[in-house]
């Protein structure tokens, strides 16, 4: 990333005091390059939320001063907040000052709070719609050998991919097994026309990612190959969401390739983590008996509405309402070009906000012109890995955080990012307490079907393959069931200097014309909005009349 200082020849200013110092390396460290100028801003040099959080544990550990989000975006500076730090030094560590320890007994210990809900909501089971497949297609000297024993390592090292979850009397408990191998299924193709062999091998292993995963008593990490030629394969990773996540996703990636290389090259694999899911969900339920719990609580009952469904969204009536919602999903997607992306990101660092606020303001105005509404709810992962010791670690401990903002009084877009970024830093003030627990603190009712609700999902993602493999070249492969929640998801693709946008939605709900219209009047209204950021909202697209034309009324 180019120093936008350097490039309007401002003078680079170097730390001067031992503080100064240590967060020029913490930053070094998360954003893997060299951070030499406390004045740069913390968007400037790319930080996301992720990487804020990063950077605080770092703070934590080496400074005995905590340091939320919020401190952190609103210092914008390391300059700045080594001042904080400085004022701050001697106060309480609060929520670390619970110790992250392993439990010597791995029986009975508990799900986190986020599992438990899922698990109560699936009754068990998981629907293709609560299943991450990874596909990849490989081609080149690929050693199944290797590969075999990869896969086999990676669930003697991460112990959620050996687990199962219940309900007993005692709570809510995994029940995680001794290591044993994995089995590696590989469907032979060659035996078919090499024109079927693809298209038959995709169709089988998506009918397999289709099946239900049974929680209980089945396996929540299913690997399954197809062999197309002696040289190329199709591989298939299937994961319970109750057991990973999506940064567990790319550790899971990263650790494959690394793996593969020691069984292939005869070298010995690294040592396990030390700490694994269960220790930190064990450690979860610690943290929300202190008092930070009440105070957690007390924000959301008073940023959401308990008495109104806290997700749903009412969309104008052209838009179908099935009975049974979520079984099938519709995608589309489509670059924005480097010279917009080049804007979106320039009006972002002005600003003072990071991409996904930017992002996720834009995402709100489009959906209050769409359902013709002042305030708007969206939902978005956070990774919730605010340690170092949780950078790593394999398992489910992301959770949904609600945003929901007041777009009334005639904002311009400027005002709308700033009202969206004062919501996420007061949302990532109290994170901690997760989705599942803020409903049943807020609206009980929508505990158990929270996800049910039609709502919008934002999210920054990049759509690339962690997997690489020695000698073999890795494609992604879509092997996905096209199952879709009852929602509309906007992501963002940061993976390249040209965003892309991609959209899914149920499909019983969006038909495809809709969904392209949806596409295209958001690239309008992004484009509008940063070529005049000053407007007002009420003249971005969609107009209401084309609204009201294409969809109806709400």
């Not at 995709?202 to 030629?229: E, S």
Request: charged residues 25%; neutral net charge; hydrophobic residues 40%.
């Amino acid at each position: 990333m180019i120093d936008p200082r350097a490039a309007n020849d401002l003078p680079l200013q170097r730390p001067r005091g031992d503080i100064d110092l240590q967060l020029c390396e913490i930053w070094s460290e998360v954003l893997g390059r060299p951070v030499q100028d406390v004045s740069a801003t913390f968007t400037d040099m790319g930080t996301s939320s992720l990487l804020a959080a990063m950077a605080a544990a770092r703070i934590h550990d080496r400074l005995g001063v905590h340091v939320d989000l919020t401190t952190i975006f609103r210092s914008r500076t390391i300059q700045a907040l080594a001042s904080s730090i400085e004022r701050a030094s001697g106060l309480a560590a609060g929520t670390r000052d619970i110790p992250l320890v392993a439990n010597p007994s791995r029986r009975g210990l508990p799900m986190s709070f986020f599992q438990e809900w899922r698990f109560r909501a699936d009754q068990g089971r998981s629907a293709p719609q609560y299943t991450i497949t990874l596909g990849y297609e490989l081609q080149g000297e690929l050693r199944l050998d290797a590969m075999r024993d990869a896969i086999s390592e990676l669930a003697s090292r991460h112990e959620p991919l050996r687990t199962n979850y219940d309900i007993t009397a005692t709570g809510a408990i995994q029940q995680i097994h001794p290591v044993q191998a994995v089995e590696l299924p590989v469907l032979d193709f060659r035996g078919l026309a090499e024109d079927l062999r693809r298209a038959d091998a995709l169709r089988v292993l998506r009918n397999a990612a289709a099946q239900p995963l049974d929680r209980r008593t089945g396996d929540v990490f299913q690997p399954m190959a197809a062999r197309l030629a002696d040289d190329r394969y199709l591989l298939m990773l299937r994961l319970d969401r109750i057991a990973v996540d999506g940064t567990s996703c790319e550790i899971l990636e990263s650790e494959l390739g690394m793996l593969y290389a020691c069984f292939a090259d005869g070298r010995d694999v690294p040592d396990p983590p030390a700490l694994q899911q269960a220790d930190w969900a064990s450690w979860q339920r610690q943290l929300l008996r202190t008092p930070r719990l009440a105070g957690a609580i007390d924000f959301w009952r008073r940023t959401l509405d308990g008495t109104r469904p806290l997700l749903e969204l009412r969309l104008p009536s052209g838009f179908r309402s099935p009975s049974v919602p979520g079984l099938c999903g519709r995608s589309a997607s489509r670059q924005l070009g480097i010279e917009l992306s080049g804007v979106i990101r320039r009006r972002a660092r002005e600003a003072g906000v990071t991409l996904f606020m930017y992002v996720l303001a834009a995402v709100n105005t489009f959906i209050a012109r769409l359902a013709a509404q002042d305030a708007v709810t969206i939902l978005s992962p956070f990774a919730n890995r605010t340690r170092p010791e949780l950078e790593r670690m394999v398992g489910c401990l992301a959770h949904g955080v609600i945003y929901r903002t007041d777009l009334s009084g005639a904002p311009s877009f400027n005002d709308v990012v700033t009202r969206v970024r004062d919501v996420c830093l007061e949302a990532w003030q109290h994170q901690e307490l997760p989705i599942s627990e803020v409903a049943r603190h807020v609206r009980p009712v929508s505990y158990l079907t929270l996800y049910d609700e039609f709502h919008v999902f934002c999210d920054l993602i990049r759509d690339q393959p962690s997997l690489r493999i020695a000698r073999v070249d890795v494609a992604p492969a879509d092997i996905g069931t096209g199952a879709a929640h009852p929602s509309l998801a906007i992501l963002i693709d940061d993976g390249t200097e040209d965003l892309g946008l991609i959209m899914r939605a149920d499909a019983d709900r969006f038909d495809d014309s809709a969904l392209q219209w949806c596409m295209r009047e958001f690239s309008r209204l992004l484009n509008a909005a940063v070529r005049e950021p000053g407007q007002r909202i009420s003249r971005l697209p969609p107009a209401p009349d084309l609204v009201r034309q294409r969809f109806g009324s709400t």
